[in-house]
């Protein structure tokens, strides 16, 4: 079996920042909530998805004791990851029919499933899989069980090759738990099941399908739900295990897992004045400026996911950042950490006139609070500056100041700045840091209930009480934080609508879903998947050759609503239909007609756009003076149109000449009729049919083109002895007639008592 290693995927939160830029702090006091005036704890419901693995975003190779598969879906309220702790190795397969490039096998759902080796003993819990869930301090919670997919085949696939499998014959499933990183201790164990066990009856490129699979349910072992309080850390580990009854030194002892599922939940997080909604150090910045537009990642805060923060400038001038060790380029003092943040300051009495600004934005739909701000500040008597040290003109003073939506809220007391002398030019202070927390300045708790989007903005500045034309006036500032949290209780929003779309042929297609008002649109390619393809109300698939189905959900905050299928559909386009021309001789209508066509045929003037002329396998052209090609093609039940085909209507310039001869026959004594016959005579016909009248008997005769002559006869005439004429019409050619006197009248005379026939003739 082949090595996957996977990274330890433990993320506690999703971070959403339009973009976070670091500072570090000290003694920062800012706090942000989110939430109304009073938020209430709330009590989680458990329910199955909190965690899931079904190894998709897996490699097909082997995961060790370190690292881990991350799940593919669940809640991030906690850490969560499936890996191996006892040795040996687990190989992901990927269920590709024919890919001889890879290992592959069984799956109970998805795409993929893991392959582990059981341990060849009795003895349980000795090989094993293990599923952590952690639940970090300061988050309560409830584990409530754990489902999987499980299968024992008959043979394996390894390194290309296939062989027999010692199928381990039963397994056995328990919890362990440990808080704050003590000493683990058994809460529960399941009972002992058997395997199931399943040949793989395919070929070397025929996996098994996915049948067969045995289902586990901690719940019918009697699981105990377990609560944690969120005063200390908790992780929970269920372990896994298959074993065999008796030793057995076979090659191969392997046991499928699919599906692995963790029944479980959060309690919503409650604000708190002490809660760390942000802060920056700077040891993630690099020893450069900061300007308008760009900014410094933060480096810490529980509760950042919850709202977007921003340290910049606004005003024009630099900020650098400065490591605190002269053999690294630039250097200055910190006050805790490695690096710090040197800022130009406005060099006259008014302030607020060159600032930083600490941006942060509650999106609609958030509730909140936020309590104030904390940082670390020095105005030091010397800086460096391209290699060399050049006086200081130190700012005297500094303020800060709170804006919510663009409006001033709420403004700090003059503060005087901290003035440090610089001793030794390869010794940046450690020391003499003064600490600003706005808290003493009375900073008033700010609210926000999510009922539309909240912005606030501390602007923090450092003046001179008058001017001067130094070339430094320069502040330090260190250790940066902002206090706060957010409400976590969240109404799942409920799940959007989405569209089918159908498109004619290979191609990307333009998906749409509505009914998320509130948050933001996310589309995944699974009902499971944790990638987001892309956002929003529209999504453009990748080209299709198939009709393939994309998922989409509302998430609003931290809260996701269920998904919906959205189909893109790919309907073949038809064969192009064979149009079928006609001719005629001189100005007039044609018809034309065409075949080959699945659905319904529709005639154009062109070879493209326009409207349709017609439908049918058929078309009568207007009268027509001149040649002219017109065009057809196939319509799908389905709308797709194939290519259009041409069909020629061909007007000939023929002067065609017809005539007719008529012989009458004699008069039939049984019936008193006559049969007329003769010849049509043609030239330059373009053919056709003839129709030859006399009287109210009528016959047709069809004419070649180029046809010279063409017999005809005409039956059922009446023996009258009077004059007749006889006509012919073909069209597009022109009429001919005759006149011939009929044969008299003709019929059988029987006297009484002596009957015989009597033939009168005349002529």
């Not at 920042?17 to 939430?35: D, K, R």
């Amino acid at each position: 079996m082949n090595r996957v290693i996977h990274p330890l995927n433990r993320a506690i939160r999703r971070l959403r920042s339009n973009y976070l830029l670091a500072i570090s702090g000290s003694l920062l006091t800012a706090l942000l909530i989110v939430g109304n005036t009073s938020v209430q704890a709330q009590t989680c419901t458990s329910t199955a998805g909190f965690a899931h693995w079904n190894f998709d975003n897996a490699n097909d190779n082997e995961i060790d004791n370190s690292s881990g598969i991350p799940p593919s879906g669940g809640s991030g309220c906690v850490g969560k990851v499936l890996k191996r702790v006892d040795g040996g190795s687990n190989s992901v397969y990927n269920n590709t029919p024919g890919d001889v490039d890879s290992d592959y096998g069984p799956v109970c759902k998805s795409k993929k499933s893991i392959c582990t080796g059981t341990w060849d003993k009795a003895a349980v819990f000795e090989r094993y899989i293990s599923v952590y869930i952690t639940y970090p301090k300061g988050v309560k919670g409830k584990l409530s069980g754990i489902t999987f997919c499980e299968m024992a085949m008959a043979r394996t696939k390894a390194s290309g090759g296939f062989g027999n499998n010692n199928r381990p014959e039963n397994y056995r499933v328990r919890l362990r738990k440990r808080v704050n990183g003590g000493s683990w201790s058994v809460v529960w164990t399941g009972s002992a099941r058997p395997t199931t066990k399943t040949d793989w009856t395919g070929s070397s490129s025929n996996p098994v399908p996915p049948t067969g699979w045995g289902s586990y349910n901690s719940d019918s072992d009697g699981f105990t739900t377990q609560s944690t309080d969120g005063t200390a850390e908790v992780e929970f580990e269920f372990q896994l295990s298959a074993y065999q009854n008796s030793d057995s030194n076979s090659s191969q002892e392997i046991w499928e897992i699919d599906e692995v599922d963790i029944e479980g939940c959060c309690d919503p997080a409650v604000c708190s004045p002490t809660n760390k909604l942000v802060e920056w150090d700077f040891d993630n910045a690099s020893d450069n400026q900061i300007d308008n537009s760009s900014g410094i990642p933060a480096s810490g805060g529980s509760y950042s996911g919850c709202a977007s923060v921003v340290f910049k400038r606004t005003d024009g001038g630099s900020n650098s950042v400065y490591k605190a060790d002269e053999n690294s380029g630039d250097y200055g003092p910190v006050c805790a950490s490695d690096r710090s943040i040197c800022t130009g300051t406005w060099d006259s009495s008014t302030p607020f006139e060159r600032k930083l600004i600490l941006r942060i934005t509650f999106p609609a739909g958030k509730a909140g609070r936020l309590y104030g701000l904390s940082f670390c500040e020095m105005a030091m008597n010397k800086t460096k500056s391209g290699g060399g040290f050049v006086t200081n003109n130190q700012p005297e003073y500094y303020k800060v100041r709170l804006k919510k939506n663009g409006t001033i809220i709420w403004t700090g007391s003059v503060k005087s700045t901290t003035k440090t002398t610089w001793s030794s030019s390869s010794d940046p202070a450690p020391t003499g840091w003064g600490n600003y927390n706005s808290s003493s300045d009375g900073f008033p708790t700010q609210t926000t209930s999510g009922s539309a989007e909240a912005v606030f903005e501390f602007e923090i500045t450092a003046y001179q009480s008058s001017d001067s034309d130094k070339s430094q006036e320069i502040w330090d500032l260190d250790e940066l934080k902002v206090f706060g949290c957010c409400d976590d209780a969240c109404v799942t929003p409920a799940k959007p609508s989405a569209v089918d779309v159908p498109r004619c042929g290979p191609g990307s297609v333009n998906l749409k879903a509505t009914g998320c008002t509130t948050g933001t649109l996310h589309w995944y390619a699974t009902s499971t998947s944790t990638t987001i393809l892309g956002t929003g109300p529209t999504f453009t698939t990748p080209s299709l050759t198939a009709t393939e189905d994309y998922y989409v959900s509302c998430v609003d905050g931290l809260c996701e609503s269920g998904r919906d299928v959205a189909r893109a559909i790919v309907n073949a386009i038809p064969a192009k239909p064979t149009g079928v021309g006609a001719s005629r001789c001189g100005p007039g209508a044609v018809t034309l007609t065409a075949t080959g066509c699945t659905g319904t045929l529709s005639w154009y003037a062109g070879p493209s756009g326009g409207a349709s002329l017609g439908t049918g396998s058929s078309f009568t052209t207007p009268s027509l003076a001149a040649t002219t090609t017109y065009y057809v093609n196939c319509v799908s039940s389905a709308s797709c149109q194939s290519t259009r085909a041409a069909a020629v209507a061909t007007i000939q310039t023929c002067d065609c000449d017809i005539s007719i001869t008529a012989t009458r026959g004699d008069c039939d004594a049984t019936t008193n009729q006559y049969t007329v016959t003769g010849v049509i005579s043609l030239t330059n016909t373009a053919g056709g049919t003839a129709t030859i009248t006399d009287g109210s008997v009528t016959t047709t005769v069809t004419i070649a083109a180029g046809a010279t002559s063409v017999p005809y006869t005409l039956t059922g005439l009446n023996s009258n002895g009077a004059v007749h004429t006889i006509s012919v019409n073909l069209p597009n050619c022109g009429t001919d007639a005759k006149s011939y006197t009929a044969p008299a009248e003709c019929k059988k005379v029987c006297p009484t008592g002596n009957c015989f026939e009597t033939i009168i003739r005349k002529n």
